[in-house]
């Protein structure tokens, strides 16, 4: 037990408890002051109350660390799902470009293609 406290008695979590328990005053009653623990403000449980407040466990701070607000989650969805639909706009415009410069490579063309040739420049003046 010894070699144990050793080991933590320097740790941040134990520090201020022991630091606590060596300043406070004995648990039991005294006839001069009149309450329970000795402390000036009265409270059961003063010692405690007096330094800072101990880090939360392990398993505490993994639990706060899991919890998702439902808000940001949408908000993060959304902009991806925007950023993605601007992705899926380009690439439709770089096929449809890419389908030109074919057609346009080929040389000459039967009606179909020359139909579709036709409209890709004329969707491409649209959107300039």
């Not at 415009?93 to 063309?109: H, M, V, Y």
């Amino acid at each position: 037990m010894e070699h144990a406290w050793k080991e933590l008695k320097n740790d941040q979590k134990w520090c201020d408890l022991s630091a606590i328990k060596t300043n406070a005053s004995c648990k039991r009653r005294r006839p001069d002051d009149g309450n329970a623990e000795g402390n000036e403000d009265g409270n059961k449980n003063g010692a405690a109350n007096q330094g800072m407040v101990r880090p939360p466990g392990v398993k505490a701070a993994k639990a706060k660390g899991k919890k998702v607000d439902v808000v940001e989650a949408v908000n993060v969805f959304s902009n991806m799902w925007g950023m993605k639909r601007e992705e899926l706009v380009l690439k439709k415009e770089t096929q449809k470009i890419a389908l030109l410069d074919s057609l346009i490579a080929k040389g000459p063309l039967c009606e179909e293609e020359e139909a579709l040739k036709m409209q890709l420049i004329s969707e491409m003046m649209q959107n300039q």
